[in-house]
């Protein structure tokens, strides 16, 4: 059964948003590496980029697949998860502890359109 | 619908990820395909690879026939040795690749891909009504697995008490196991040292059941394509096709244009001497980060130049490597050339496509 975490925004295409304060960090859900298998590689944006809710920011690539990461939010990259540049399979280890990128919020009420845990939960049955 | 082979309720019960390959639903992998990989480059592990097709070839012009239809050289051979070739088209487009085991002096077992079963026999049938040959397609009653890796030696001489080591490369022999007759073969797709057996339905569970009782890593298709990848072997619909000729797929040595008349034959010394082919398949090794795969475009000088068959970031290596078919004036080693990923170009150049060595034992 696959993890899922209360207090966090989640999307249909199975990235989860963390957010503190104007800032959001952007993953994907235990579920979706599960489905995934290993992970060996992800393909991150730029610092600086802009990205809106929607976009492709990049992809997570498993051994056999590749696969696109949606933005569940609008904002500006500051950060991206270097440590997973080297070790990628922290993602299937951990995958809410080990985010990808790091947002500036540009419109927090994008959140509001995200599901929360219960909601989650029952999209992964 | 697709098929499933006499070992498909333990793939499910062993939780394995089934998906549909060659027209039959097979194990993706069981948990990981990593350590799946690993185990077979490390120690050894067991391929469900019972899909594959049998077709026997016997009569008194059996040998004649084989040779018209195989590009590889089986004349005189030893009862028990097993050539690999390709079954081509009269213009050296490939039907399909193949081992050619030889059973007795007018009896050939021919081992063929899943997905060209049909296609294949429809071909062998068709060229045997000159032949005084029969033809029948044993595919639905030969299982087989495949055990591969450096302990593989070890694993079926103590696990299933079959004596191998008298097995050299590419050798095979027939024996007596569980009252039945069985092939086993020192054979495999994976790069590392390894066996093949072939026996019925009943047999291959029994052989099955008691690998996995005995902690042998159960593999799935998944590392079977990373394994061979590694190693530069090709697979048919990637590296091989109805369009690329085994000349183009750099697979000469296999094709001996030195013998009597077969199928395809003119086609590939023309290939070979006047160089009319206009695509090769080489290995590019990339330079930035990215996973090439199956389709990417392939670009040089800022134009297209051909895509990419496989690739991966290899297991064993962590490199960012692929195999591509790309037009011919590129094809030199160490050539700059970009493969298109996620619409961004990546630098690559042209390497062998060994990209990792072979071990196995001869």
Redesign the interface.
């Given at each position: 059964m696959a993890k899922i975490i209360e207090g966090l925004y989640y999307s249909e295409s199975h990235e989860f948003v963390k957010v503190e304060g104007e800032y959001a960090y952007i993953g994907i859900t235990d579920f979706a590496q599960e489905q995934l298998?290993?992970v060996?590689?992800i393909?991150f944006p730029e610092i600086d980029e802009e990205i809106s809710a929607g976009d492709s920011f990049g992809?997570v690539?498993?051994?056999?697949a590749?696969s696109d990461l949606t933005s569940p939010v609008s904002g500006v990259v500051v950060e991206v998860n270097e440590v997973l540049e080297d070790e990628p399979?922290l993602v299937n280890k951990d995958a809410y502890s080990n985010w990808l990128i790091k947002v500036k919020l540009s419109d927090p009420s994008e959140l509001e359109s995200l599901m929360d845990a219960q909601a989650y939960t029952d999209i992964c049955k | 619908m697709d098929k499933i082979t006499c070992l498909h309720d333990k793939h499910v019960a062993l939780g394995a990820n089934m998906v549909p390959f060659g027209g039959f639903d097979m194990p993706l992998y069981y948990d990981n395909i990593v350590a799946e990989h690993e185990a077979v480059r490390q120690k050894v592990g067991v391929f469900d690879v019972s899909h594959m097709g049998e077709v026997k070839v016997t009569g008194i012009e059996a040998e004649k026939f084989v040779q018209y239809i195989f590009t590889n050289d089986i004349k005189d051979a030893e009862i028990g040795k097993i050539f690999y070739g390709m079954m081509l088209h009269e213009n050296g487009g490939t039907i399909d690749d193949l081992l050619v085991y030889k059973m007795g002096e007018q009896d050939f077992l021919l081992v063929i891909n899943a997905a060209n079963i049909e296609k294949d026999y429809a071909h062998i049938v068709q060229y045997a009504k000159d032949f005084n040959v029969k033809t029948e397609n044993l595919s639905d009653i030969y299982g087989q697995v495949a055990i591969q890796g450096p302990e593989s030696e070890i694993t079926v001489e103590n696990v299933l008490g079959i004596k191998c080591s008298d097995l050299t490369f590419y050798t095979f022999k027939t024996i007596h196991f569980e009252d039945e007759e069985i092939i086993i073969s020192r054979t495999g797709y994976t790069g590392e040292d390894g066996f093949e057996i072939y026996a019925s339905h009943t047999i291959i569970q029994f052989i099955w059941d008691k690998l996995i009782e005995a902690g042998i890593q159960p593999c799935g298709l998944g590392c079977r394509d990373t394994l061979r990848f590694e190693v530069g072997l090709p697979l048919y619909g990637d590296e091989l096709s109805d369009e690329i000729s085994p000349i183009m797929s750099g697979l000469s040595m296999f094709v001996k244009l030195e013998k009597d008349n077969f199928l395809g034959k003119e086609a590939c010394v023309d290939q070979k001497e006047n160089k009319t082919y206009k695509q090769r398949v080489i290995g590019i090794e990339l330079q930035e980060k990215g996973i090439p795969r199956n389709g990417y475009p392939v670009q040089a000088e800022g134009k297209d130049i051909g895509y990419v068959t496989t690739g991966y970031k290899s297991i064993s290596t962590g490199k960012f490597i692929c195999m591509a078919l790309i037009d011919k004036n590129y094809a030199k080693l160490e050539t700059p050339v970009d493969v298109l990923i996620h619409n961004k170009p990546r630098k690559g150049i042209v390497v062998k496509k060994r990209f990792y060595q072979k071990n196995y034992k001869k």
């Amino acid at each position: 059964m696959a993890k899922i975490i209360e207090g966090l925004y989640y999307s249909e295409s199975h990235e989860f948003v963390k957010v503190e304060g104007e800032y959001a960090y952007i993953g994907i859900t235990d579920f979706a590496q599960e489905q995934l298998g290993n992970v060996t590689y992800i393909e991150f944006p730029e610092i600086d980029e802009e990205i809106s809710a929607g976009d492709s920011f990049g992809s997570v690539e498993s051994v056999k697949a590749a696969s696109d990461l949606t933005s569940p939010v609008s904002g500006v990259v500051v950060e991206v998860n270097e440590v997973l540049e080297d070790e990628p399979e922290l993602v299937n280890k951990d995958a809410y502890s080990n985010w990808l990128i790091k947002v500036k919020l540009s419109d927090p009420s994008e959140l509001e359109s995200l599901m929360d845990a219960q909601a989650y939960t029952d999209i992964c049955k | 619908m697709d098929k499933i082979t006499c070992l498909h309720d333990k793939h499910v019960a062993l939780g394995a990820n089934m998906v549909p390959f060659g027209g039959f639903d097979m194990p993706l992998y069981y948990d990981n395909i990593v350590a799946e990989h690993e185990a077979v480059r490390q120690k050894v592990g067991v391929f469900d690879v019972s899909h594959m097709g049998e077709v026997k070839v016997t009569g008194i012009e059996a040998e004649k026939f084989v040779q018209y239809i195989f590009t590889n050289d089986i004349k005189d051979a030893e009862i028990g040795k097993i050539f690999y070739g390709m079954m081509l088209h009269e213009n050296g487009g490939t039907i399909d690749d193949l081992l050619v085991y030889k059973m007795g002096e007018q009896d050939f077992l021919l081992v063929i891909n899943a997905a060209n079963i049909e296609k294949d026999y429809a071909h062998i049938v068709q060229y045997a009504k000159d032949f005084n040959v029969k033809t029948e397609n044993l595919s639905d009653i030969y299982g087989q697995v495949a055990i591969q890796g450096p302990e593989s030696e070890i694993t079926v001489e103590n696990v299933l008490g079959i004596k191998c080591s008298d097995l050299t490369f590419y050798t095979f022999k027939t024996i007596h196991f569980e009252d039945e007759e069985i092939i086993i073969s020192r054979t495999g797709y994976t790069g590392e040292d390894g066996f093949e057996i072939y026996a019925s339905h009943t047999i291959i569970q029994f052989i099955w059941d008691k690998l996995i009782e005995a902690g042998i890593q159960p593999c799935g298709l998944g590392c079977r394509d990373t394994l061979r990848f590694e190693v530069g072997l090709p697979l048919y619909g990637d590296e091989l096709s109805d369009e690329i000729s085994p000349i183009m797929s750099g697979l000469s040595m296999f094709v001996k244009l030195e013998k009597d008349n077969f199928l395809g034959k003119e086609a590939c010394v023309d290939q070979k001497e006047n160089k009319t082919y206009k695509q090769r398949v080489i290995g590019i090794e990339l330079q930035e980060k990215g996973i090439p795969r199956n389709g990417y475009p392939v670009q040089a000088e800022g134009k297209d130049i051909g895509y990419v068959t496989t690739g991966y970031k290899s297991i064993s290596t962590g490199k960012f490597i692929c195999m591509a078919l790309i037009d011919k004036n590129y094809a030199k080693l160490e050539t700059p050339v970009d493969v298109l990923i996620h619409n961004k170009p990546r630098k690559g150049i042209v390497v062998k496509k060994r990209f990792y060595q072979k071990n196995y034992k001869k």
